[in-house]
């Protein structure tokens, strides 16, 4: 197959990806994959060498957006010092409202999620993706009662402004200046008892 002069096969791949994240954000996954290869500026065949059938194209979809939100998360990790309780969870708590602060891409993100979560297979990947962080951040050295606030906290900042959120952007910049000093406690009061950290 000939490939367009200066592009690599990875940087094909990603423009395909991208248009198709594009496409079916809006118009669901019924879109044609000719469609996508247009709008990704490659052939209907170029774009089948890479994903030989749309189901491998939303597959690769999938775990390209997962995999860049890890990859994001551990690359604001890596800032702090390896071993450092709460190291991961406060990373994942910067990415997450890094997004939340992008409305028009976290609309998008959050239709084409929807979109991808109906097509056979894709439900599962996610939800072995889930399990991989409950299991990474419940182990980062924290309070479990932290972790489970600091993921359903993070994980709501990204949704509630689709349909009008009550916090503004103040408010959801000192919940995450709350959330990162929670994970630096030493004691933290929950219900009616102390919890060591």
Do not use: C
């Amino acid at each position: 197959m000939a490939r367009t002069a200066g592009r690599s096969a990875a940087e094909t791949r990603r423009l395909i990806l991208d248009a198709a994240a594009r496409l079916i954000s809006r118009h669901g996954t019924a879109v044609p994959v000719s469609d996508i290869a247009e709008a990704a500026g490659v052939s209907k065949g170029g774009l089948l060498y890479h994903f030989p059938s749309k189901e491998e194209l939303l597959n690769g979809l999938a775990n390209h957006l997962m995999g860049q939100f890890r990859s994001d998360v551990e690359q604001a990790a890596a800032e702090e010092e390896e071993g450092t309780p709460g190291r991961l969870t406060r990373a994942y708590i910067r990415v997450s409202f890094a997004h939340a602060g992008d409305l028009p891409g976290l609309r998008d993100y959050i239709a084409l999620a929807a979109h991808l979560m109906f097509e056979p297979g894709l439900e599962a990947l996610a939800q072995q993706d889930a399990q991989q962080w409950r299991e990474a951040l419940l182990d980062d050295g924290l309070e479990p009662t932290i972790v489970r606030m600091v993921i359903a906290a993070a994980d709501g900042s990204n949704s509630a402004p689709l349909w009008g959120a009550i916090l503004d952007d103040a408010d959801r910049d000192q919940l995450e200046a709350d959330l990162i000093a929670l994970t630096h406690r030493d004691r933290v009061q929950v219900g009616s008892r102390n919890a060591d950290i």
